[in-house]
């Protein structure tokens, strides 16, 4: 009789000591990777801040969008203030660890969970920060969080902002022809409205005075209010007949076309009454010069008026307390503030939509942007639709040769410290970082040069990279572009232009 041998996994001992191990094993590594990679050369840099800022060791940091280190430890300090802060330990790699002395840090969101990560802001000094050098609070920002934004906003501005939302999109459907001629004849209306604001504010306007004359057309007219009133109701009864009788409305509309007709034919009869209408005029013109001698008896009506007229002057008291306060409202240092205020608003808008503006009325972008913007979230789920993406579906990359051997640089990876420059994959095809911001939609003398979309898939476009990237990140193309299919091809007439932008920082020269 053969004796039966066990397997060794059927022993659960055995299987939960190997499971125990890998788990001790995925512990090590995940700890290890919030530490940085053993045996990588760095360099620490020491970073001020005016608080945490929700930051955590391990986090991020990144220039230029790349990752080049991690936090590695934080603890409250006194600032030169006087007021406590935060210094934060920055492990630097060893290739991107000269750090000029003016340069910039910033914490930004990288999720909306709560997840922060560094970003370094290199400056333009030649001399660099030793290693554990530190870079002062004054050089160091730290946005509004989104939680504290949300914050500001009760239940009742909640609702309000939500009805608010509801009505804005009401005004919008179905309306984008109208949005474009109003984004392409805008320019041009705040080209003339910052002439008239200023004007308003200038003190020889006067504007105040122009108040108080408003008063007094107000106080003049105040004894003929009953005509006025008068006339608005009996315009009133005329309407609200009107609407009790719509038929005989209808009816009068309709005839009034054949009653013009016959009038015309009328007025050829009409003609001799006309004439002697003019001469009876004569006749009234020499009338109303004995007109003089008949004041007398008119006189004692006028008379009449007087009492009333003594009734009015409380009525005017008040208009003028009421006028007082609007030019004291006028005078108000708040208000002339709030006019310049307005003109900074305008500089601001002006140079924004001189950038954008031809790209809308140029290339049309906006509409081919929301056009297929519903199939851009057609991907049925369970739920309904999604966004339709390949993205996560692209081949694993890994670069063999060059700076960036050895890294994961393919579109979907996260923390590389390199672009996609064509590296082996194990499925699908080679990629190529492209990401050309700030593409022309004109040229500098107002042509078309739409580059977006309308060039293919170019390559060596890296004006501050080796030539042997095929990168493209330089925001141009060599030539004009042209217009798109429903474009123009230049900018409309009388509308004014930038091809580059200008707010921010300066754009190089050398890549335009």
Known sequence: MRRRHSSALANPVIVGAITLLVVNVATVLAWFANQG???????????????????????EVRQGGYRIGIVKDMQPVPLDDGTVGARVVLQIDEK????????????????????????????????????????PANRTHIPVELDEFEGIFDERTRRGAQK?????????????????????????????????????????TEIGRFFGELGDFVRITRPVKDAYAHSFTAGADTFEAWSRHPRALQDTIEKSGPTMAVGRRSLRAQRPFLVSLRDFSIQLDRTAR???????????????????????PPVNRELGKTLAQVEDLMEAPGTGASFRAL??????????????????????YFNYSFTHLAEHLSEPD??????????????????????GAGQRTNINALGASFPANGGVVNSGAQQHLHTN???????????????????GYPERRARYWSDEWKIVVDPHI??????????????????????????GPPFPKELD
């Open 37 to 59: 990679l053993p045996f990588v050369p760095t360099r620490e840099v020491r970073v001020e801040l005016e608080n945490g800022a929700n930051l955590l060791p391990g986090n």
């Open 164 to 204: 608010n939302l509801r009505g804005t999109g009401d005004a919008l459907a179905q309306r984008g022809v109208s949005l474009n001629r109003t984004i392409e004849e805008a320019p041009r209306f705040l080209r003339h409205l910052q002439p008239v604001m200023d004007t308003l504010n200038d003190r020889d």
């Open 437 to 455: 911001n700030y593409s022309a939609a004109v040229d500098h003398e107002g042509n078309a040069d739409c580059e977006s979309g309308q060039r």
């Open 290 to 312: 004995e007109l003089p001698r008949t004041l007398p008896r008119i006189i004692p009506a006028l008379e009449e008026g007087v009492p009333v007229l003594r009734r009015t």
């Open 343 to 364: 003109g900074d608003t305008m500089n601001i808008a002006n140079p924004t939509l001189r950038f954008l503006g031809p790209y809308i009325t140029v290339c049309n």
């Open 382 to 403: 369970p739920t309904g639709g999604s966004q339709r993406t390949m993205l996560n579906q692209a081949g694993q990359q890994i670069d063999d040769e060059g700076e």
């Open 478 to 503: 060599p030539g004009n572009s042209g217009t798109t299919f429903t474009g123009r091809p230049r900018v409309p007439e009388g509308q004014t232009f930038d091809r580059t932008p200008q707010i």
């Open 96 to 135: 991107a660890s000269q750090v000029p002395v003016d340069s910039k840090v910033a914490i930004r969101p990288r999720s909306i969970l709560g997840l922060k990560y560094v970003e370094l802001e290199k400056g333009t000094s030649s001399q660099m920060l030793p290693d554990g050098g530190t870079i």
